[in-house]
């Protein structure tokens, strides 16, 4: 069965600091990978999503990057974070979509909780 | 660009009340819609989903949404809630590739 591994769970960073979050999949090929952001009273917001290994689509501009160094490795990134990066990181796969459907069912991690003092 | 918006921010129910969370959507193409659940926590878990056919669909827990595409909206509905149902609600469309998630909408059970 196919599992979704994310890492850290929690993290505490200094502003101006690096970051580094982690998500692997398990159990399945050429997934298409997200990363969102979960805020109080805002929803879950598309950061990031990847349809292949070194193919990245921004959705909003801001502070962080992502990349895709293998089939099945999404991670999250910053040079330098900024207060306004604190909250919720949430990791998802899901499969190709398909032609006729179009629709995906994704699954999520279990997130990253960053605060960033 | 493409949106969902959920108009009940937080509801507030007795055990055996009626529940209907509302969700619209703005998208120009073909449409797939889902509702997500997250149980004070617990992952984001699939509740149900609407590909195609039946504008009425059933989900896990009795729940159940119908799609009204001449009015862009997908609400969730359950005869009667239980007070494990306090989670919160998350209504999205694919959009492409992507999925596209309301902000969401607390629900709270009380005995």
């Known amino acids: 069965s196919q599992t979704i591994h994310q890492w850290p769970a929690t993290l505490v960073q200094p502003v101006g600091s690096p970051l580094s979050l982690e998500c692997t999949v398990e159990?399945?090929?050429?997934?298409?990978l997200y990363w969102y952001r979960q805020a109080a009273g805002r929803g879950l917001q598309l950061l990031f999503y990847?349809?292949?290994?070194?193919?990245i689509s921004s959705e909003v501009p801001q502070n962080l990057s992502a990349s895709r160094p293998q089939d099945r490795q999404f991670i999250l990134s910053s040079k330098k974070l900024l207060l306004s990066d604190s909250g919720f990181y949430l990791c998802?796969?899901?499969?190709?979509?398909?032609?006729?459907?179009?629709?995906?069912?994704?699954?999520f991690g279990a997130g990253s909780r960053l605060t960033v003092l | 660009a493409q949106s969902v918006s959920q108009h009940n921010h937080h509801v507030i129910l007795s055990e055996a009340a009626s529940l209907e969370l509302g969700c619209n959507y703005s998208?120009?193409?073909?449409?797939?819609l889902f509702w997500y659940v997250q149980y004070p926590g617990q992952h984001l878990q699939l509740l149900l989903k609407y590909f195609s056919g039946d504008p009425l669909v059933k989900g896990i827990k009795g729940f159940e949404a119908e799609f009204i595409k001449s009015k862009f909206s997908f609400n969730l509905r359950k005869p009667s809630v239980q007070w494990s149902d306090t989670a919160e609600y998350f209504c999205?469309?694919?959009?492409?590739?992507?999925?596209?998630f309301g902000t969401g909408t607390r629900l709270q059970v009380f005995p």
């Open positions: 998208y120009g193409g073909t449409v797939n």
């Open positions: 159990g399945t090929s050429n997934p298409n």
């Open positions: 990847s349809v292949g290994i070194g193919q």
């Open positions: 998802a796969w899901s499969g190709r979509r398909r032609a006729i459907s179009g629709a995906n069912v994704l699954t």
């Open positions: 999205a469309v694919t959009a492409g590739d992507k999925l596209i």
